[in-house]
């Protein structure tokens, strides 16, 4: 079964609007949450990442939020532009594993 | 930089033909992974190999062997392709260490009819 749960499968947001996509988690031993962003027909790129001793990080337009008591981050997408649209997979390691966990992805649409 | 290049970028299949998607990286990276992406199910790890001569099962291995003789080359085989497994397939790889960045291939889309 999937390791991280993510959420919504789609959305679609107006220009300048606020995208936000949320994933939770169950192992508590994960320590490093990236958050990959791809393009139709290419492969997906990191994003932004975050470790659990912080709550944010911020990125230009681009935000991750992390609540550890509750095992959940979200990825918001400040001033949405059409550039942004793509499918946004979160995702969850641990320093012990070679392995990522992926989400099964969110395809976000930004109409101008 | 190339990066991490796959070879084919198409291909359709007939039911029980095999073949060999070739992934190739020139970073130097220890790690390599085979995923497969198909709608609303996200990247599923098949196999990945955390240096020359070693391989690993990951979540979804079944129907699958791979291969990594060389530490820049790892290579996905179909034994005998079924139409399930119809798919993208992505490469990627990432440095030894911990917590560091996946680089990814372009991807292979596979069809099998």
């Known amino acids: 079964q999937q390791q991280v749960k993510q959420s919504p499968q789609s959305l679609i947001v107006q220009k300048g609007g606020i995208s936000i996509i949320n994933c939770a988690y169950e192992n508590t031993a994960f320590d490093y949450f990236p958050w990959y962003q791809q393009f139709p027909g290419k492969g997906p790129a990191l994003l932004i990442a975050i470790r659990p001793d912080v709550s944010e990080k911020k990125e230009g337009r681009f935000t991750i939020s992390f609540n550890k008591s509750a095992k959940q981050f979200s990825l918001h997408i400040m001033d949405s532009q059409p550039g942004d649209s793509a499918t946004y997979f979160c995702a969850a390691s641990w320093s012990n594993d070679y392995k990522l966990s992926f989400g099964a992805g969110t395809t976000v649409t930004v109409r101008a | 930089n190339a990066g991490v290049t796959q070879t084919p970028k198409f291909r359709v299949l007939k039911t029980g033909q095999s073949m060999t998607l070739l992934c190739a990286q020139d970073?130097?990276?220890?790690?390599m992974y085979w995923y497969r992406q198909d709608p609303g199910m996200g990247l599923r790890l098949i196999h990945y190999s955390v240096g020359e001569g070693t391989t690993a099962k990951g979540e979804v291995p079944d129907g699958y062997n791979v291969s990594r003789l060389k530490k820049q080359n790892f290579l996905l085989g179909l034994e005998s392709a079924a139409p399930s497994q119809t798919s993208v397939y992505f490469c990627a790889s990432k440095p030894s260490g911990t917590n560091t960045e996946a680089f990814f291939g372009q991807g292979t889309r596979l069809t099998v009819v």
């Open positions: 970073m130097n990276h220890e790690y």
